[in-house]
């Protein structure tokens, strides 16, 4: 049998693709995964959910993103969002960058505001120490990138999707200019179109045909720890650009805790790096939030480890068909903030590949930005958007 569409890739992204392709009406669609649902970078991901981008396209699809989870979860699939809210805790250093930004957010319909700690609803929280202001958005928060992606796949399934975990694409297979299936176990799927959403592994995969793939795969440490009883605590994530650390709440007084950009990054072989985190990246990110956080202090440390980040040369992701490739579509790099646009591009992305044309915003996502010198230009850099 020949698939419509083969996804590889049960990812946020690759999940979320093959239900709107569904939905879509698209009848043989093919999920695959060498493993289970989320058992990329989505699964470690602390999934906070943010629409503060200086670049339009990242407000516009996590703003998309955020109703998607939502119209998951009125359909009865459990998503895992909460809206608890975001803040940002603003150095001096970023005070003049961030300003008109929160006036684009703005213009583009989000509700945000940018006050000092002492008016902001975290004043009790936060030591003011070198802080000169807190970001706000009301609608952002976080979701459980396990559970977000674990309901895009039953959705998948429920309109007639087939999925089969455990299932490693060894290669794609033709060449860098038409693909005409995926090689697993030996034998060759036969597809329409191929979806590379294989995040941190999609280097090795695109490689396969020789085609070009611009990822660097990088380390990236986090940290679960428990507050002690009877302190206050944020009822949502706190991105600290003063520290470079960032927080988010776990339930049940837990936070996931990890360092922000900028700091070192380490390539790695995504089949063979340490799975555990440093001793000394938890003495100093336990270091930065017991001075800028009192309910941190005599925190319990629970779990530590290390995951990857899918980085692109701009750091936002490559999604969509490539000038002079048939039958193939980029849709990995998400470069350490890919879990809140996964969902927005799965739907675009679906409806690029049926109507073979998407609007000039997301056109902008192809990898053909490289070869046309138009990769995206932030504010801050890195993951910060
Ligand atoms: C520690 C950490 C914190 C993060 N924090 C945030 C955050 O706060 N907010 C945010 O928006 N983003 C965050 N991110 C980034 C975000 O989680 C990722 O960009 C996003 O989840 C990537 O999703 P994906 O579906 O593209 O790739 P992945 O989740 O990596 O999925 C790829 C899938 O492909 C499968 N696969 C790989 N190769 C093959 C093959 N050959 N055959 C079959 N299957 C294959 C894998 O098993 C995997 O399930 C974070 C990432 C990490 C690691």
Redesign the pocket.
Known sequence: MKYDVIV???????AATAYFLKKRGVANVLL????Q?????????????RQHYSVPIGTNLTRESIGLLQDLNEAGFKSGLAQTGWHMLISEEMLEGTLPTVEQVKSLGVETEFTDLASSRIADLVNPEGVVGVVYEPTGGYAD?VHATEAFVEAFKALGGEFRPK????ALVGDAKHVTGVKVAGETLEAGVVVN?????AGK?GESIGLDMPLRVVR?Q?SVWEIRPGRPIPEGPISNQVDLV?A?PLGNRRFVV?RSFPKPYHDVDPDNYKLDADEDFISDLLERLERRYPWFQGAARIDSYA????ATPDWYPFAGPRAGVSGYVD??G?????????PAMGRRLADWILDGKTDDEFRQMSHDRVAEDRLFVQRFGGNRG
Request: avoid cysteine; proline fraction near 5%.
């Open positions: 590889v890739g049960a990812g946020i992204t690759g695959l995964d060498r493993d649902p989320a058992a990329g970078g989505t699964g470690k991901s602390a999934a906070i959910i990138p299932t490693a694409v060894e959403a294989s995040g941190p592994w995969l990236e986090d960032y988010r990890g995951a990857l980040y899918d849709a990995w998400g470069s350490g903030h890919g879990f809140k646009l996964g």
